[in-house]
């Protein structure tokens, strides 16, 4: 940064950076999935909505396996002013094809602020803390008749503490009007009912967020890996460390693409009693990921066999005589992981959540990836802080302990995974007798 050639930015040219950063992650963040939550508001059927997240997220990963090889391509060999121009016209062609269907979309109807609405039921539970007695369905607050109609069995019988938000009491203004309906001292049974379903779902989430941190790392772990390796395709072409993600993205997209038109049919047709439920899809896919993990610690190994076989330990700077594209199988074997539960996460959640928080449901895998990867971070550092696997000269460390301790890490999390989803009662889209699939013995 500060060499002749290229001198040291000034304040403003980090100002303008950053917030460049920022606008463009805040762009990212309110449109790639939310996107998707409108795309599949568009249709009625849950098999349809399905159907139409594989295909919304194929076309994402395709998309950014693009940007990691054409885009950088361009970036490295031609000119970075140009690679950003590409960039800002395919995004204000992107926006352009989506007003053009402005009057077509059905738009779903806000109706306040649903967050609002469940710290709300939080509140008045906690104030009827002290009502006790046998209560009926008469004695709760269903805010009109069309829902008393849907919810003719009265409140459900998880959470029971949370019910009381809805229990009209002689302190409650029950008139027609409902305005207290709206207060903090009385919601509906709807209201409470819908943070039962997150509370119900929550530890399932919870399960997901080490599966990202563990898939946060060996991206991380591999680039480094990368650039103590041959990169070399031939005599003349040299693959950039950036760009090896790029065979998980390419994995995970044929693998969803594979899984949807192959696999599911032939299963459905060989074993219709055991369909791929969305919670199946996910528990493979943690499964899947730790045969990943075990995959590195072999590759690792060989990687350090060679370092001592050549007597590069105290070398840093030198290239490890052994193909890069070993890191492909791993980086593979994570991408296809990754087509089994990313899919099932978004119809879970999707289909799982109340009505009043769609937008927010898929927003959540956002949310788990940007909790695993700051998690992820927080390992590495603390593996550095306390072990000698990783220092700045990899030759001299044991990068392969890491991938066993990430293992372990996707081992146990699998045994919580299956015990949430065990108990986890998904009545939207699993049959009645058949709450969770069969999970393995």
């Not at 738009?107 to 006790?132: D, E, H, T, W, Y």
């Not at 299963?267 to 045969?291: A, D, E, Q, S, Y």
């Not at 060679?306 to 594209?325: C, D, E, F, G």
């Amino acid at each position: 940064m500060g060499s002749l050639q290229c001198p040291t930015p000034s304040k403003l040219q980090f100002a303008v950076l950053y917030m460049a950063l920022a606008l463009g992650s805040l762009g990212v963040g309110g449109t790639r999935f939310t996107i998707a939550t409108m795309g599949a508001d568009q249709f009625d059927k849950p098999k349809d909505q399905e159907m139409f997240f594989i295909w919304y997220f194929l076309a994402l990963y395709l998309a950014n396996a693009i940007s990691l090889t054409a885009i950088i391509y361009i970036q490295d060999n031609v000119s970075w002013g140009v690679a950003f121009v590409i960039c800002v016209v395919a995004n204000a062609i992107a926006l352009i094809l989506f007003l053009s269907g402005k009057r077509f979309y059905r738009r779903i109807k806000p109706n306040g602020n649903p967050f609002v609405r469940l710290l709300c039921v939080g509140f008045a539970a906690f104030q009827k803390r002290n009502v006790s007695g046998t209560f009926g369905y008469q004695d709760y607050n269903y805010g009109s008749i069309e829902a008393a109609n849907i919810l003719k069995d009265g409140p459900s019988n998880r959470f029971r503490f949370l019910t009381r938000a809805a229990l009209k009491t002689e302190s409650d203004d029950t008139q027609s009007s409902g305005s207290n309906a709206k207060s903090w001292k009385l919601c509906t049974v709807e209201e409470v009912e819908d943070l039962k379903t997150i509370l119900k779902i929550m530890p399932l989430w919870s399960s997901n967020i080490l599966l990202s941190t563990t898939i946060g790392m060996l991206n991380n772990l591999s680039v480094l890996q990368v650039l103590t390796m041959d990169r070399h395709l031939g005599p003349h072409f040299k693959i950039p460390a950036g760009s090896f993600v790029v065979f998980n993205l390419l994995a995970m997209a044929l693998s969803i693409l594979i899984i949807d038109r192959f696999l599911h049919p032939i299963w459905k047709k060989f074993i219709p009693h055991w369909t791929l439920t969305p919670l199946r899809r996910i528990w493979i896919g943690h499964v899947i990921n730790i045969i990943a993990m075990i995959g590195s610690v072999l590759i690792e190994m060989r990687r350090l066999h060679a370092v001592r076989t050549n007597h590069l330990t105290k070398q840093p700077s030198s290239v490890v005589p052994i193909s890069s594209l070993w890191l492909a199988v791993p980086l593979t074997i994570v991408g296809i992981s990754e087509g089994f539960h990313f899919p099932g996460q978004i119809v879970l959640y999707y289909q799982g959540f109340p009505k009043s928080l769609k937008n927010t449901s898929t927003a959540m895998i956002a949310l788990l990836i940007g909790i695993g990867y700051y998690a992820s971070t927080g390992i590495i550092d603390l593996v550095r802080r306390t072990t000698g696997w990783l220092p700045d000269n990899l030759n001299d460390g044991r990068m392969d302990n890491v991938y066993w301790l990430l293992a372990a890490i996707g081992g146990v999390n699998l045994g919580y995974h299956l015990v949430c989803a065990k108990l986890f009662k998904h009545e939207n889209i699993e049959k009645p007798n058949d709450p969770v699939g069969d999970l393995p013995n």
